[in-house]
């Protein structure tokens, strides 16, 4: 397959370092302001070395993209809340042109489900998206295997810097400004963890989830969310006394989403530890599932983002 990436950030650019080992070819890679464009097929290492360097990607046009041949757009922009702008603009002009679309970028799946839904619906191009929700986590398409009529909730933590937070709040007795200094020092935590903290990043995946149950209906102002922002370290002291811990939990249903600092039991599979990931899915016939891993990383998520280019191949 052709792939056309926007975004060069460290989804983007992992896509297209590893697209070759999965057999597929890369004919653009873009960012904001520049992009390289080839329909034989870019210098991917020559590309990735420029961005490296902070230097133009290339010296073409992004919007040029769109008119060159290519199979798959890879839409792994930066994620927008509201109206998931450009991310949406960029998925509606591939469907119109009866391409399809992978995404990693969350805002459209979790924004503008119903709208994305009915593009793809009029396209000859397909969306998918397994790389929106736990990274490398293969989350969606077991809800797809399972049939998502017979999936009744999703819980499970889906985001790494909250997790890591607690867990050395809970390992050391440390309080939450110190172990944000110290995850912000590693790379864990961004300079503005907000988004991560808050509880907003691991509610868009939830809401994804509740859409994919659902067949839409939600969006990120319907969740009900709280962050662990508030959680002293004497209350996962208290915690552990009783042999439970606390966690930052999602979980998505037909009736809704939730998201919040939840007690679990210390050595339950929800109380993964560092920037580990789980995802627990309760179905009607096989009882609960459980995948965990790492939800977050470039080459992680690249890795959803190609299997689901896979599929679209082996269609």
């Known amino acids: 397959m052709r792939l056309a990436i926007l975004g060069a950030g ?7 370092d590893l697209a070759g080992e999965y057999g597929h070819e890369v004919v653009a890679l873009a960012d904001s302001t520049n992009a390289v464009i080839d329909a ?28 060159i041949e290519y199979d798959v757009l890879v839409e792994a922009t930066p994620t927008t809340l509201g109206d998931a702008e450009p991310g949406f603009s960029h998925v509606e002009r591939a469907l119109e042109a009866d391409r ?7 805002g459209p799946v979790a924004e503008r489900y119903e709208e994305m839904r009915a593009l793809e619906a009029d396209s000859e191009g397909s969306v998918r998206f397994e790389a929106t929700v736990g990274g490398a986590i293969p989350a969606l398409s077991t809800v797809e295997d399972c049939m998502p009529e017979n999936v009744t909730a999703v819980r499970g933590v889906l985001n790494g ?16 400004e110190h172990v944000l200094a110290e995850a912000q020092d590693l790379g864990v935590a961004e300079a503005d ?9 691991a509610a868009l995946k939830f809401v994804i989830l509740a859409n994919v149950l659902s067949d839409g209906g939600f969006a990120l102002e319907d969740a009900s969310v709280e962050g662990i922002q508030n959680i002293p370290g004497s209350a ?15 979980e998505a249903t037909r009736e809704g989403v939730r998201v919040g600092p939840r007690l679990v039991p210390e050595n339950g599979p929800l109380a993964v530890t560092g920037t580990r990931n789980i995802i627990q899915i309760e179905t009607h016939n ?3 599932l459980h995948s965990s891993g790492r939800g977050a990383g ?17 269609r």
């Open 10 to 16: 460290d989804v983007g650019r992992s896509v297209a």
């Open 40 to 67: 034989d097929g870019i210098d991917v290492e020559g590309a990735l070395q420029r961005k490296r360097s902070d230097e133009p990607v290339g010296v073409d046009d992004p919007d040029d993209v769109f008119d």
């Open 100 to 106: 399809h679309v992978v995404l990693a970028n969350k």
């Open 161 to 176: 810097t909250a997790n890591f937070i607690l867990t050395r709040m809970a390992a050391e007795g440390l309080d939450y």
């Open 193 to 201: 963890p907000t988004f991560d903290v808050d509880g907003t990043d």
């Open 236 to 250: 996962l002291n208290l915690a552990a006394e009783d042999g439970r811990t606390i966690r930052l939990i999602g």
């Open 286 to 288: 096989a009882g609960s």
């Open 298 to 314: 470039g080459p992680e998520t690249a890795t959803a983002v190609l299997s689901d280019v896979n599929r679209l191949a082996d």
